[in-house]
């Protein structure tokens, strides 16, 4: 029998998989933006609020994806459950910017790292993700103080994607992906207050993708 939690985090799957936070993934398929926020899946009275099937349906169209894939991330939620985590490597996103927590190529060095738990990965995925804990408000609405970021430094880059970006002057950035080039790479703002960025890639030390977040 499918549960609650089960069903909510195939949607926060689905929206990880194609690139979007819940909220960017519930916009994209003509939704509330809030239809999917944490707040909006238990109910004033208490009790568990489940997505409608007209949502999900939508979702679906929206990314191209189909009930069969939707149902496979279900039942790997359900394997994932009945298995052991495992622990990766976070620092508060302040610290990111300091000297000797990471390499040249961005992954993580160092003996200061703390540890979260994560869901089971093989040796070599374990070895190539970590994870940043959100400090303040300047990423607001997307993420917000407390969240913790998985994030890759290998994984291939698309447009739209949500990346970490360190500068050669020891800037560090979480930001939307518009393009890059060659030359340069240009960066859309989280918050609407802050501007959006174009970079020399002179100027860029290393970037890597956002895989999950842990509201």
Known sequence: MLTHDQIWQAIDRLATTFGYSPSGLAKQAGLDPTSFNKSKR???DGKPRWPS???VSRVL????????????????IDVQQRHSTTLIPVIGFA????????????YPQGGSWDEVQFPEVSTSEKNNIYALKI????????????DVLVVSPNS?????????????????????????????????SLNPDHENRKISMNDVAWTARVLW???
């Open 42 to 44: 238990i109910g004033p």
């Open 135 to 146: 400090n303040g408000d300047s990423m607001e609405p997307l993420y917000r103080q407390g």
């Open 156 to 188: 291939k880059i698309r447009k739209a994607d949500r990346i970490v970006l360190k500068t050669t002057n020891g800037e560090v950035m979480v930001k939307e992906l518009v393009r890059q080039n060659a030359t340069h790479i240009e960066i859309k």
């Open 53 to 55: 099937t007209e949502s």
């Open 213 to 215: 977040v842990s509201q």
């Open 61 to 76: 169209s929206a990314t191209g994806a189909n009930m069969s894939d939707f149902v496979s991330m279900v039942e790997d």
């Open 95 to 106: 610290q990111a910017g300091t000297h000797g927590f990471f390499d040249e190529q961005g």
